[in-house]
């Protein structure tokens, strides 16, 4: 069985950092391209970063490069996404998901980050 668990959510200043890590198990993960997307209040879902499998290249959407930082650690099966000078516009529910956007099989339960002073 598929499991993806975020972990790392929470409330920070504007300007503040998170590190978000996501633990996979029940597929070879080391093998799988991973994303993150987030859902902020009241909008859909939009993707945030993909990961592609191995020590892959990484992609970003425009309004988080150069701020955030996707990595994975395949000896642990673990998914990262560093994000730095949050905006409050940041603020949704973070989703690991196994797959690309366009083509994402899984997605674990999300872990909510909040930014607001």
């Known amino acids: 069985e598929v499991q993806l668990v975020e972990s790392g959510g929470g409330l920070v200043q504007p300007g503040g950092s998170l590190r978000l890590s996501c633990a996979a198990s029940?597929?070879?993960?080391?093998?799988?391209?991973m994303s993150w997307v987030r859902q902020a209040p009241g909008k859909g879902l939009e993707w945030v970063s993909t990961?592609?499998?191995?020590?892959?290249?990484?992609v970003y959407t425009d309004s988080v490069k150069g701020r955030f930082t996707i990595s994975r650690d395949n000896a642990k099966a673990t998914l990262y996404l560093q994000m730095n000078s949050l905006k409050p516009e940041d603020t949704a529910v973070y989703y690991c998901?196994?797959?690309?956007?366009?083509?994402?099989?899984?997605r674990g339960k999300g872990t909510l980050v909040t930014v607001s002073s």
């Open positions: 990961i592609y499998s191995g020590v892959g290249p990484t």
């Open positions: 029940g597929f070879t993960f080391r093998s799988n391209t």
């Open positions: 998901a196994k797959g690309t956007w366009s083509n994402m099989d899984y």
